[in-house]
């Protein structure tokens, strides 16, 4: 599976452009599949915010709004319900998994109870399109700072697909918190590589390769 990791969504040309470059086509003749689940777990989202990334009407972090050829709802609380005989063909005939944010372990919990996290790896020809949380789920850790809904394990490991954490929003105006100063202390309290990148920023992983593209600010944590 090929991984495009971002703060806020496709919000620039060049994280666009790494988007298309994963796809090998236009965006107009993929398809995707939306994930609004992590959205569920957050203390500070609603339901509004799950229609708005649904319906491709939050202009803050674009996803679902790029001009997709067709674009699915995967709601992953549902899917235990129907069976993966079920579903997963609608997985695997999908070019793209967009991810919303939200809490990342609620996403995590739901991954593995869903049985998307069991399919994943034969998943080698998708794209992954994480924004926040659905970036940070990918990670082995997202850090205690970032533990909003508690699992039932009360740990703060995730998938570790990719063996660096992310720190999301840096220096975002609406938080306050997620300074540089407080995104080097987080990064001191967990294991391996980590990332701060701002809203600009996204890390595209494909065939091993990891690279940061932006036009805006990040760092390397602990290389």
């Known amino acids: 599976m090929k991984l495009l990791l971002t703060s806020a969504g496709i919000k620039n040309s060049s994280i666009h452009g790494a988007l298309v470059d994963l796809l090998g086509k236009p965006i107009a003749d993929a398809t995707a599949l939306c994930i609004p689940t992590a959205g569920y777990g957050h203390p500070q989202t609603n339901p509004g915010h799950a229609w708005r990334f649904i319906s491709g009407q939050e202009p803050r972090a674009p996803m679902c709004e790029l001009g997709w050829k067709s674009v699915g709802v995967l709601e992953l609380t549902a899917l235990p319900s129907i069976g993966q005989d079920r579903w997963a063909p609608w997985v695997r005939e999908a070019d793209v998994l967009l991810v919303n944010g939200g809490d990342a372990l609620y996403l995590y919990h739901w991954m593995r109870a ?69 995104a080097e202390r987080w990064a001191a309290g967990i294991e391996g590589r980590a990332y701060a990148i701002d809203d600009e920023t996204a890390i595209k992983v494909a065939d091993g390769r990891v690279e940061v593209v932006s036009e805006g600010h990040w760092k390397l944590l602990r290389p």
């Open 114 to 182: 869903s049985g998307l996290t069991e399919l994943l790896p034969s998943l080698t020809d998708k794209i992954w399109v994480g924004l926040s949380a659905g970036s940070m789920v990918m990670t082995p850790r997202i850090g205690k700072d970032f533990v909003g809904w508690s699992p039932p394990s009360g740990s703060d490991e995730t998938l570790g697909v990719v063996d660096f954490s992310i720190f999301p929003h840096l220096d975002h105006p609406d938080l306050p918190w997620n300074t540089m100063v407080n």
